[in-house]
């Protein structure tokens, strides 16, 4: 497809379960991003890859999440010991440019949405 | 924590009217976009404006930055039940960090 894609779309898990999300992003996309979205919320910004490199991880609300972009195409959001507070939409943006314009379009995906009992 | 406070939070019209959405903040942005999002989906990009005081028109929509490129505005003429969703604006301070707003629910009745 010619978007970006996430999977899987649901996820439910139980409290202290680790769960893996994935994202494809539009092939040839340098810069990747990772937002979780509350119920009823805008997004959050989590992390930022240009390629490979994760450039910025500030976003990560703790030392359970993890981002991974090793080949610089496709990403793994892994959440570890997952806690209720965790539940939330997990969106995955990718642009074509390294952000430095600061006006280059992310194209957002359709989400997971992980629910923690 | 959301530097972009959006309002109303909820807007329901009758087809045909007219409706505006505002994003203030106490920060300034060096470009701000706004962006819609339909359930289950992700938020899809609308308009980007990078000039204080810039105004763009994209078809019944109408974006404006404020001069002092601390908020904006989203005039919809003419609303229709296809601009039904969530609104979001979204500024950006540095190259790439967007900090988005939480968003005004949009309901057009037919």
């Known amino acids: 497809g010619a978007g970006v894609s996430q999977s899987p779309r649901y996820k439910v898990a139980k409290r202290g379960q680790d769960v893996a999300l994935r994202c494809d992003p539009i092939?040839?996309?340098?810069?990747l991003f990772w937002y979780q979205q509350a119920l009823g919320q805008g997004p959050e910004f989590l992390t930022y890859?240009?390629?490979?490199?994760?450039?910025?991880k500030s976003g990560l609300p703790s030392d359970r999440f993890f981002a991974e972009r090793p080949e610089g195409s496709v990403s793994t959001l892994k959440i570890q010991r997952t806690q209720q507070e965790d539940s939330a939409v997990y969106l995955c943006?990718?642009?074509?440019?390294?952000?430095?314009?600061?006006?280059?379009?992310?194209?957002f995906g359709p989400g997971t949405r992980l629910t923690v009992l | 924590t959301q530097l972009l406070e959006q309002s109303p939070q909820f807007l329901s019209i009758q087809e045909g009217e007219n409706l505006t959405v505002y994003c203030n903040s106490s920060?300034?942005?060096?470009?701000l976009q706004w962006y819609r999002q339909e359930p289950g989906e992700g938020p899809v990009l609308l308009v980007t404006?990078?000039?204080?005081?810039e105004v763009k028109k994209l078809k019944r929509l109408t974006f404006q930055f404020g001069d002092a490129r601390k908020d904006s505005s989203l005039h919809i003429t003419a609303a229709q039940p296809g601009d039904t969703g969530l609104y979001l604006c979204?500024?950006?301070?540095?190259?790439?960090?967007?900090?988005f707003g939480a968003g005004t629910t949009v309901t057009v009745r037919a």
């Open positions: 943006a990718s642009s074509l440019g390294p952000g430095t314009s600061g006006t280059d379009t992310q194209y």
């Open positions: 092939s040839g996309h340098v810069s």
């Open positions: 890859f240009q390629n490979e490199a994760q450039l910025d």
């Open positions: 920060s300034v942005f060096s470009s």
């Open positions: 404006v990078v000039t204080g005081g």
């Open positions: 979204a500024g950006s301070t540095n190259d790439y960090k967007l900090s």
